[in-house]
């Protein structure tokens, strides 16, 4: 059984069973004037993904009369400070992106979202099973509905591998290493990297410490928050020597991770790159990137690569869950828009729309994107799964974990100052 409580970031959502089909419309508690609007925020800016949020809000208006929903789509690295300044200001959306772990932890502490448990219906429960919903348990109470299941990777262009003279994915840290030195001697760049957003530089020390620490080591540094364990330090001593290497391409330190051609999922999807370190959404970002806006076709994927030593399994995954969250003063309408999304219909077209994993396994048949297939494969096999660290350990030590791996990267700072920045920041909490 999985912990129900802050520390409630190691998930195993591979047994999501069948999904029955969710209704919604009706029961609504009118306002004064006999209509109901609500205000939402996505992350969804551009393309297929802001469409589909469009279509379905439509839909849900047209099934629920007198029921207006006003979106606004931000930009997705702007989206955690945004919401944070909304919430704290109590003028926060009615319908906003959640992703579990300590922030919403953090976010129920402050009262300042609301218990869906006794509002998410049979269908719905049934679709995401128990273990999807656990993303967004805090204390045994559910605080948001699963879209999507994130697990993080290697992405890869099979061409490049291939002009390289690569025929095998690396499995190990010392053959990564073997290939990043085929690709330069090849002319190629090895990793694109989109350092200036923070975390996608953080995301190499989060899997080395996924590879370093124990699964009991993850989870509880949840709630000691500390973080002396000597697997912190060895995860950034792999990061510090696979950055020696220099796989990166040059001005990684400004380049971010989805915005535009020069962005990290940009120089994958140009072939300006051959790898990049990245959760299950990058399909969809990468497909919007290349010259004719359409999936990169020799996208391939592999699991990030065991180390030498170390007391983390080499199977286990890391990654997210995306899904959405009521504000503690939304109308109950905003719980029965939850609802309805969950839908076999919409899943399915949230799936196809964001080329990616929808959090149950019976929508999961759309997915038809090879780098994505190999994902699901990999990830229902892990013998566990951890959710971003910035996420488990909340916003305050998130933030500084991943502005010392920058520092690090920049020349700033060493292994032991990451470790040093996180347990300040804990401690201040």
């Known amino acids: 059984m999985m912990r129900k409580t802050r520390a409630a970031g190691i998930l195993a959502l591979g047994t999501t069973v069948a999904l029955v089909a969710a209704g919604c419309s009706g029961g609504n508690e009118a306002r004064s004037d006999g209509d109901v609007t609500m205000t939402f925020w996505h992350n969804s800016t551009t393309g297929p993904g802001k469409a589909y949020w469009q279509d379905t809000v439509a839909a849900f208006e047209a099934a629920n009369p007198g029921v207006t929903i006003e979106v606004q789509s931000i930009q997705n690295e702007d989206m955690d400070g945004k919401l944070q300044t909304a919430l704290n200001s109590g003028d926060a959306p009615d319908i906003f992106m959640a992703r579990g772990g300590g922030k919403l932890a953090d976010v129920v502490e402050a009262g300042q979202i609301m218990d869906l448990t006794d509002t998410i219906d049979e269908g719905t429960r049934a679709a995401v099973g128990d273990a999807g919903l656990s993303a967004f348990t805090v204390d045994g109470a559910i605080y948001g509905m699963p879209t999507a299941i994130l697990p993080g990777g290697i992405f890869y262009s099979q061409d490049l591998f291939a002009d390289a003279g690569v025929t095998e994915t690396p499995t190990t840290v010392d053959e990564l290493n073997d290939v990043v030195a085929d690709l330069k001697a090849a002319d190629i760049t090895p990793i694109a990297l989109g350092a200036k957003d923070a975390w996608p530089a953080a995301h190499w020390f989060y899997f080395f410490a996924l590879r370093e620490c124990s699964q009991e080591t993850l989870e509880a540094a949840a709630t000691s928050r500390s973080f002396d364990d000597g697997c912190w330090l060895a995860a950034g001593e792999n990061l510090q020597a696979l950055a020696e290497t220099e796989p990166f391409q040059d001005g990684y330190l400004t380049a971010t991770a989805q915005q535009g051609a020069g962005s990290s999922a940009g120089l994958l ?132 974990l991943n502005a010392g791996v920058v520092e690090m990267l920049a020349g700033d700072g060493d292994p032991q100052s990451i470790v040093e920045a996180v347990d300040a920041a804990a401690a201040m909490e």
């Open 269 to 400: 999807a140009n072939h300006q790159a051959a790898m990049e370190l990245m959760g299950a959404w990058n399909p969809g970002v990468i497909a919007g990137l290349t010259p004719d806006e359409q999936p990169l076709q020799d996208l391939g994927w592999f699991p990030f690569p065991a180390t030498d030593s170390g007391d983390g399994e080499p199977g286990a995954f890391m990654g997210g869950v995306d899904g959405y969250s009521c504000f503690v003063e939304a109308p109950p309408e905003c719980a029965q828009f939850l609802n309805f999304f969950m839908q076999t219909e919409y899943q399915e077209n949230y799936a196809e729309a964001f080329v990616t994993l929808p959090a149950n396994k019976e929508a999961q048949g759309v997915v038809t994107d090879p780098a994505l297939q190999s994902v699901l494969e990999a990830y229902n096999e892990a013998p566990y799964v951890s959710v971003w660290l910035d996420t488990l350990y909340g916003q305050n030590v998130g933030n500084a």
